[in-house]
Structures are given as structure tokens and as C-alpha cells.
């Protein structure tokens, strides 16, 4: 900062790239954050806090923005399932209290199945995993995705065909039928 600048001014010009990056990117994390953790509420949360903290970051410049958000929410997701599954180790009888009927045979066969689909989703490349989980985990069209990706509606849905294919093969791979998924 020169001294003809006024005081703040770099941070002021910070803060607006941050903000500038948030809006051209926070979509694309939260769908990953979404990917990781199947809580619509959870991914919000879980990008705000990553550049919560970039505001708060005062260390070493960051060289990928991208990728230090990644990593940040990433980390604050992994913080959160950790605390959660202890605390729900804490009250063994919780299914009871709030009510619902849990079979824990149905419950272990769905645990299993989402660990696998996740294996799976994660052998895919980054664009093949993002289109997925935009057009199944968030219901949108391929119009757009192809807005956030950059592509036309028509590529969107051909990667979208490969993908699902990528994704099948891989599952079969993995031991499951056709008939399962």
C-alpha cells in the first residue's frame, strides 16, 4: 500500500475479490460439499465457513483459492461427522426418543450401499462426479449445468450419458447386480 492510498484500502480490494470469487464459485463448492455429505443445509454451512476463515486468514497468501476452500470445507465436514457420531454414540437410545422405527438391517444395507456409491462417484474423473451430482443430487436440468460447467445443454446430457455409464460399470465392479441400481 502506497501512502497516497487510504488506510484499508487493500483490504477493502481483498474483500472484494473474496466476494467476487464467492459468487462465481460458491455454487460449484457447494455441490462438492453436497457430494461429500448429502445435507443440502450442511454444504451451505460448510461453504460459508471456508471463506469465513479466508476472511479470517491473515498467514501465507493463498496460491489456489479453489483449492484452499476445498480443503477448508472439507475439513470443517469431516469436524462436523466426528462430533456428530460422537455425540450420537452418547445416546444409544435416540431412535426411540424422537420416534422413529429404525430397522438396523435396512439401515446397515443402506449405510453399505451409499459407502459404494461414494467409492464409486469417487473413481470417476472431477467433471463426470460434478455433473452427476448436479443433475441427481440437485435436480437441475441440463441447461443448467451446462451454465456452471461452461458447455451446452446437448454436451451436458452426452457427459452425463457417459457418466451414468462410467458409474454403472464401476458398480458392477464393485459386486453389484444390474437390477440394484
Not at 466476494?19 to 460449484?28: D, G, I, K, L, T
Not at 479470517?56 to 476445498?70: C, I, K, M, Q, T
Not at 462436523?80 to 457420531?85: E, F, I, L, P
Not at 445416546?91 to 450401499?113: I, Y
Request: glycine fraction near 4%.
Amino acid at each position: 500500500m502506497t501512502s497516497s492510498e487510504p488506510a484499508g484500502s487493500g483490504l477493502l480490494a481483498r474483500n472484494e475479490e473474496i466476494a467476487h470469487f464467492y459468487r462465481e464459485n460458491a455454487r460449484e463448492l457447494w455441490a462438492i460439499f453436497y457430494s461429500m455429505c448429502s445435507d443440502p443445509e450442511r454444504a451451505h454451512d460448510a461453504v460459508q465457513e471456508a471463506f469465513a476463515r479466508l476472511y479470517d486468514h491473515h498467514g501465507e497468501p493463498v496460491r489456489d483459492l479453489r483449492a484452499w476452500l476445498l480443503r477448508v470445507g472439507q475439513n470443517w465436514l469431516r469436524d462436523v461427522a466426528r462430533r456428530k457420531s460422537s455425540s450420537c454414540s452418547l445416546l444409544p437410545g435416540l431412535d426411540e426418543f424422537t420416534g422413529a422405527a429404525v430397522d438396523p438391517r435396512q439401515s446397515a444395507e443402506l449405510h453399505e450401499r451409499q459407502l459404494q456409491i461414494r467409492a464409486a462417484l469417487a473413481e470417476l474423473n472431477e467433471d463426470d462426479r460434478k455433473v452427476l451430482v448436479m443433475k441427481y443430487s440437485m435436480d437441475w436440468s441440463a441447461a443448467q449445468i451446462g451454465t456452471v460447467m461452461n458447455s451446452s445443454a446437448a454436451a451436458i446430457d452426452m457427459r452425463l450419458s457417459r457418466a451414468r455409464r462410467r458409474l454403472a460399470e464401476i458398480l458392477v465392479e464393485q459386486g453389484y447386480q444390474h437390477e440394484e441400481f
